[in-house]
């Protein structure tokens, strides 16, 4: 294996990989982002690289890792530095990044992370920990007790380990010793992401503290975001390309493709870097953009996973290659954008010529498998609000229903051919209890149907959503997913 990549490395790496243009060490921190995945590497730690190169700041990012030790491990070693690839049609780029400062284990050092929260340079504490990890029920707007992070966090809210816990704590430390509070950016694909997690914030803090729920009321901004830039998760091969773009070993590369968007409500009490400088769209209202990418990018997303997946195609440009496919893509697309209230300055139909052509993108591979993944939690905002909306104005809902269909198939977790898979869905035990002992289309769908938290009335309650649906699936059960794909395009 060759050196590792650090700071002291930078002026070793070849002309052709593009460096931090500013001096990392030059910087000090205005960021406690939690959840240091691969999309926050390849989205806003990049946005707040080139923010720092083009205008500068004390904007560097604290990451904290909530369960996982693995990302810390790779990126302490290498001063917080990792390689970007961008993989477009036209071939392969290389970019090393350096906003990131640190990454703080949460699990192995609670303090440090609350130290983090509580420290007066910070500014944003902002998050990407998937939508299962809030805690939050989205009906209500109260954290749900019956999560098992948010339960730990209320019973010891001094030592919280999860997201709404931390980010309640921190503003509690913060209050305690005078200091300003810091924005809270959720840069997650939820929709109004930040009224969302505002309520969450305020009802966990209620239950603790009172004082402190009305002083976070007044003083604290939770600005909506849109996020978006499809990134697969990093494999071995990712690991190897960095290390032969680059010449150095580096365990956090992350591969992602050329399109990037962030759409932002402007509303920063203690400021914020210059994200525009890369590009970031600052507006009045995200839900509008946020809609429009939920229910065209993630729905079209989350359908063409479970029916690609049971289609035998491990990556969506697979499915983009399948004719057949390709043509339920286009028109569930089509039916989403049918949904949406007009975005000046955006024609859907570019929109969906761009979406179609980012999922074929040859040089990227992202497996079905992992979209597929926390269907339950997914599936409210980026399909059955726009099924709803459907249903209500007299619109197409078959490309809905099918989504639907496709999704409840996949939750049986056996291929056409029996071979059995995990779904990974935090409700994967609740599923397969409900599902003991459904046999048939009617049986799985009732099942599915009453999951509490799922389905809303408006579309369990209604007879031609529920028996469109169910005769899909039993088109799905009894010709295989291949064949009811091909029957359903041919429509
Ligand atoms: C995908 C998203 O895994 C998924 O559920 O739909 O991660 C998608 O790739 C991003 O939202 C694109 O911005």
């Known amino acids: 294996m060759s050196e590792r990549l650090a700071l002291s490395k930078l002026t070793g790496l070849p002309r052709t990989v593009a460096c931090p243009g500013y001096d990392p060490a030059a910087h000090g921190s205005g960021i406690v982002h939690i959840g240091v995945g691969a999309f926050h590497r390849a989205h806003q730690a990049v946005y707040t690289d080139s923010a720092l190169a083009r205008k500068g700041g004390d ?15 790779a990126l302490n070693p290498q001063d917080g530095l990792y390689t970007l690839i961008i993989r477009g049609e036209e071939g392969i780029s290389a970019r090393v990044v350096g906003s990131i400062r640190r990454v703080i284990a949460a699990a192995r050092e609670p303090d440090a992370a ?26 209500r707007g109260a954290v749900d007790t019956g999560h098992p ?32 509070p810091y924005t809270v950016l959720c840069c997650d694909n939820l929709p109004d992401n930040g009224s969302l997690v505002r309520a969450g914030v305020l009802n966990f803090a209620r ?43 580096d365990l956090a590369a992350i591969e992602t493709e050329p399109f990037t968007q962030w759409v932002i409500e402007d509303h920063f009490t203690a400021g ?37 997946f049971l ?44 979406l179609a052509k980012r999922f074929a993108n040859p040089a990227i591979a992202h497996e079905t498998y992992q979209i597929a993944m926390d269907g339950t939690e997914k599936l409210p905002q980026r399909i059955l609000g726009a099924a709803s ?74 007879e031609r959503w529920t028996s469109l649906v169910t005769e899909i699936l039993a088109t799905m059960l009894h010709k295989g997913m291949a064949g009811a794909v091909k029957e359903e395009a041919e429509r």
């Open 59 to 73: 904007w560097r990012i604290d990451g904290i890792s909530l369960r996982s030790t693995d990302i810390a491990d």
């Open 207 to 249: 239950r603790v503290d009172p004082a402190l729920a009305g002083w976070i009321e007044n003083n604290v901004a939770f600005p909506a975001t849109m996020v978006d830039r499809i990134t697969p998760a990093a494999t071995e091969a990712t690991l190897a390309e960095a290390e032969r773009l680059t010449g150095f070993a």
């Open 389 to 462: 909306h459907a249903l209500e104005n007299g619109q197409d809902i078959r490309p809905f229903a099918f989504a639907v269909a496709a999704w409840m198939r996949y939750a049986l977790g056996r291929t056409d051919d029996g071979a059995p898979y995990t779904l990974r869905d935090p409700r994967e035990e609740v599923i397969r209890g409900a599902l003991a002992g459904a046999n048939d289309a009617g049986d799985i769908a009732r099942a599915l149907f009453a999951l509490p938290g799922v389905f809303p009335e408006r579309l369990t309650g209604d």
């Open 272 to 308: 914020r870097p210059a994200w525009e400088a890369d590009g970031a769209i600052f507006v009045e209202d995200v839900a509008p953009y946020e809609a429009m990418k939920l229910r065209m990018l993630n729905g079209t997303h989350s359908m063409l996973a479970y029916a690609g």
């Open 149 to 180: 992070a948010i339960a730990a966090d209320l019973a010891n809210p001094r030592a919280p380990a999860g997201v709404i816990g931390m980010l309640v704590e921190g503003l509690r430390l913060r209050r305690e010793r005078g200091l300003a």
């Open 311 to 354: 289609s035998a195609h491990k990556y969506v440009r697979d499915v983009m290659a399948d004719a057949a496919l390709a043509r339920l893509v286009r028109r569930y697309m089509q039916a989403a954008a049918a949904t949406l209230s007009p975005l000046p300055g955006i024609d859907f139909t570019d929109y969906a010529n761009a």
């Open 114 to 139: 609350l130290a983090a929260l509580a420290a007066p340079e910070t500014r944003i504490a902002s998050m990407t920990v998937t939508e299962k990890a809030y805690g939050i029920d989205r009906a």
